[in-house]
């Protein structure tokens, strides 16, 4: 009967992380983060009732894959190429700023390593989980506040769809160079191999899901290939390239996003991601967290990474935005948006563990982080927009340029 204990844990793992995830919805927290909790109670560290398995991790990669196929699907180009340079530059800016300032904060807590050891790459690491910024999150809060549409949240909504996307380009180089024997030139030669290789694939797979789609519209068989196509791209990424696999769903979920039934494709994806991979993924995050090894010194560095996480977003969003002829009270506002993390930082964290670049007593300090970010920030933006007319009900919110 051994045999089929993964059923029992399977069942637990869901039940659970649903209810908790729908106690932090009703507590206005993302519900990741009752999922991870969960993970935390019903795992070693507290009840015992479920251990992390080959068979969950297996499932939870799985999970993870299908939520950047979805984060992949859910980008808006249109929006993208709207916003343009503006956007990419305070996303830059907001990725480059958060690496160097995470690093620093391991390195002053744990000591400087020498270039290229691997406490060093530890440290690069550290400050990658920090690039991330969460558009679930964001896109909430701002719509909740009516100012979604509006020049700023717009700016904010495209900022931290490309701020997504360089984070994971920076793992991608992170990992690459985790590996003593690969170059720097070898990495980057990897790269632009599976970008073109991506390239080459989303043309004609494109064209040929766009015909597909119109033949049959509407039909199962759109999301089934897609799927198919998106284990495709995550194996091809990590076998042939050494790329993260995540990397790989997210590429096919851009070739994809632009198709007619893309929401279609997403909706189905979302069932099953929804229902039990996600659940298992998130919940596996708090089953590999460890409390064992906390240290008064892990403690400040959890206290020391949440609030270095925060302040390079407001700083080099917010910074960025002035310098592009905001108003401060405008440039403020995109940096308090970007500032929020999630699920990336989550599957960031997690590619980390499993490569060997970070330890799971870490995990509690970014669970902390999405915690305090997730409820700062829709608090500061409220107090940011008060008194301002909604934009979404005008659509004509323009931005205001900082007095020359």
Request: hydrophobic share 50%; aromatic share 10%.
């Amino acid at each position: 009967m051994e045999s089929f204990e993964f059923l029992k844990n399977l069942a637990i793992i869901i039940v659970t992380a649903k209810v908790f995830g729908l106690i932090a919805n009703k507590l206005k927290a993302p519900q990741v983060v009752g999922e991870i909790i969960a993970g935390l109670l019903i795992g070693p560290c507290v009840l015992g009732w479920v251990e992390q398995t080959e068979f969950l991790s297996r499932m939870a990669e799985i999970g993870v894959v299908l939520i950047m196929f979805g984060a992949g699907l859910e980008t808006n180009m249109k929006d993208l190429l709207k916003t343009g340079p503006k956007a990419l530059l305070v996303a830059t800016v907001g990725v480059v700023v958060p690496l160097i300032g995470g690093a620093l904060t391991y390195m002053l807590i744990f000591g400087f390593s020498e270039f290229g050891s691997e406490e060093f790459m530890r440290a690069v690491f550290i400050g990658t989980i920090m690039t991330a910024t969460s558009v679930g999150i964001t896109v909430q809060t701002l719509k909740e506040l009516g100012h979604l549409k509006g020049h700023i949240g717009t700016l904010i909504l495209s900022s931290a769809i490309i701020d997504d996307i360089l984070g994971i380009i920076v793992l991608t180089f992170v990992i690459g160079f985790k590996d003593p024997n690969s170059a720097p030139a070898d990495v980057v030669i990897r790269t632009g191999l599976f970008i073109l290789f991506s390239f080459g694939v989303g043309i004609v797979t494109y064209y040929l899901f766009k015909f597909i789609d119109k033949r049959y519209p509407h039909k199962r068989r759109i999301p089934i290939l897609g799927l198919a196509l998106c284990m495709i791209m995550a194996y091809s990424a990590e076998k042939f390239f050494g790329i993260a696999d995540i990397t790989g769903a997210y590429v096919a979920g851009l070739i994809l996003c632009n198709l007619r039934d893309s929401e279609y494709i997403a909706e189905k994806m979302d069932i099953s991601s929804y229902m039990m991979f996600g659940p298992v993924f998130f919940a596996s995050i708090g089953l590999k967290t460890q409390f064992d090894g906390f240290t008064p010194e892990l403690l400040l560095f959890s206290a020391a990474f949440v609030l270095t996480a925060l302040l390079t977003k407001v700083i080099g969003c917010g910074l960025t935005a002035r310098a592009l002829g905001y108003s401060g009270k405008d440039s403020l506002k995109v940096g308090v948006g970007m500032m929020t993390r999630g699920e990336v930082a989550l599957i960031v964290s997690q590619k980390g563990l499993s490569v060997g670049m970070m330890d799971p007593v870490y995990f509690t300090s970014v669970i902390l982080l999405i915690i305090v970010s997730s409820v700062t920030t829709p608090i500061v933006l409220k107090l940011l927009y008060r008194g301002e007319p909604k934009a979404d009900e005008d659509h004509e919110e323009q931005p205001v340029p900082a007095e020359q």
